[in-house]
């Protein structure tokens, strides 16, 4: 799962290549939508909400896409070669003349309404990337779940929309939490938050996504990914968990010392079950 500043960087590439200019040929390669043809129309904007999507098109309709796991938009100049995947995981290209916007593996592929637009992003927090970020509100709907362990309560977009399993881990290493404390005990919920927005800002201008200040690979998260090896501040051992209920669960990474709370025993299955993230990548 991509965090919201993978969707809201692809989102301004989308919108520096499609926004002002006519569509001259699309091709939605999801059943319901084959025969479906948008060429001649201008697309008006292209807007991130959390993790979704949306690209705005003349005559009232918005085409909703989802990354989920390792969906993508890739863009080529007319005549590249197309390099996100196999020909049989692209659902939707849109072309104007000076670009091909190519969507991989993209769970969610759907027109609506523009005017209807709630039915599919409603549901979200506030945008912790968006124009209309409202602290107040996040904190309000968090608090409205006092017993929910800290790290899914942020992960829920329907709290705030945006953050990930990336972004939750270091942020709660940063304040000396572990996931498990419940929103009620987390001493300084603002603050939290705040950082947890503010490490996000700092990075939706590149692909690389550092809470560290270090782009140096393997340098740039302190506990996230980084199970079995020593913590940055104490050098005791990290530990993952799966924190959650299946299909949601999330690996969660802690330092032991240097993080406070209730914290499940880990055991070395769950360990080994982890693999990296892969980024969502974006080309050129
Ligand atoms: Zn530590």
């Known amino acids: 799962m991509p965090e919201g500043d993978t969707v809201w960087l692809a989102g301004e590439r989308l919108r520096a290549a499609l926004a002002g200019q006519v569509l001259t040929k699309t091709d939605f390669r999801v059943p319901q939508l084959a025969t479906t ?6 697309v008006l904007d292209v807007v991130p909400r959390g993790k979704h999507l949306l690209t705005r098109i003349e005559g009232g309709v918005t085409l909703h896409t989802h990354f989920r796991m390792d969906g993508t938009w890739h863009l080529y100049a007319p005549g590249d070669r197309w390099t996100g995947g196999p020909d ?25 309404a523009t005017g209807d637009e709630d039915s599919v992003v409603g549901h979200l927090g506030p945008d912790v990337l ?3 970020w409202d602290l107040d509100e996040a904190l309000r709907r968090l608090r409205a779940k006092p017993d929910a362990e800290i790290g899914l309560a942020l992960l829920d977009q329907r709290n705030l929309a945006g953050l990930g399993n990336l972004y ?6 940063l304040r000396g939490l572990t996931p498990w404390v419940k929103v009620s005990d987390v001493p300084d919920l603002a603050s939290l938050v705040e950082k947890g927005r503010r490490l996000m800002l700092g990075n939706r201008d590149r692909w690389e996504q ?3 200040g270090s782009l140096r690979r393997g340098e740039d998260h302190w506990v996230f990914e980084r199970a079995g090896r020593p913590c940055r501040r104490c050098g005791t051992r990290i530990i993952s968990a799966e924190q959650g209920a299946a299909p949601q669960a999330r690996l969660s990474y802690w330092c032991p010392a240097c993080q406070l709370g209730p914290a499940p025993t880990p055991t070395p299955s769950r360990a080994r079950r982890e693999r990296p993230l892969g980024r969502t990548r974006y080309a050129p």
Do not use: H, I, K
Request: glycine content about 6%; charged content about 20%; hydrophobic content about 45%.
């Open 88 to 112: 049989w995981q692209v659902r939707v290209v849109l072309e104007n003349v000076q670009w091909q916007a190519v969507g991989y593996r993209l769970p969610v592929v759907a027109l609506l």
């Open 168 to 173: 939750r881990t270091e942020v709660l290493f």
């Open 210 to 212: 550092s809470t560290t």
């Open 37 to 42: 043809d948008l060429s001649g129309r201008e």
């Open 130 to 132: 968006g124009p209309d």
